[in-house]
């Protein structure tokens, strides 16, 4: 079992960056494929990047392309969203999420943090 803790969100302005960190309990975070993950109000969640187990494969929610960057430290047990010309629409919570499968599909993901604000102010 993993369990996840998000931090790193707040309040920025349309432009600005802002990381996100996941930290992962548990010895087997090297196993799981990690995924980042939002849902704004009155939306459905939705897949923004996965990293692979090794971190050679990662795929984006194609409007995030080029302004956000995923990556993990497996020796820290740790999940990374770089967010960079961040803009209003990218306002959410985000969560993190493991995954024993290299996927985008939510349904696949096993295990969930408890999310973390992220508001764009324009």
């Known amino acids: 079992q993993v369990q996840l803790v998000e931090s790193g969100g707040g309040l920025v302005q349309a432009g600005d960056s802002l990381k996100l960190s996941c930290a992962a309990s548990?010895?087997?975070?090297?196993?799981?494929?990690m995924g980042w993950f939002r849902q704004a109000p009155g939306k459905e969640r939705e897949f923004v990047a996965t990293?692979?187990?090794?971190?050679?494969?990662?795929r984006y929610l194609d409007s995030v392309k080029g302004r956000f960057t995923i990556s993990r430290d497996n020796a820290k047990r740790t999940l990374y969203l770089q967010m960079n010309s961040l803009k209003p629409e990218d306002t959410a919570v985000y969560y993190c999420?493991?995954?024993?499968?290299?996927?985008?599909?939510?349904?696949?993901?096993?295990?969930w943090g408890q999310g973390a604000q992220v508001t764009v102010s324009s």
């Open positions: 999420a493991a995954s024993r499968q290299f996927t985008m599909a939510t349904r696949l993901y096993d295990y």
């Open positions: 548990g010895r087997t975070f090297s196993t799981y494929t």
């Open positions: 990293i692979s187990m090794g971190g050679a494969n990662t």
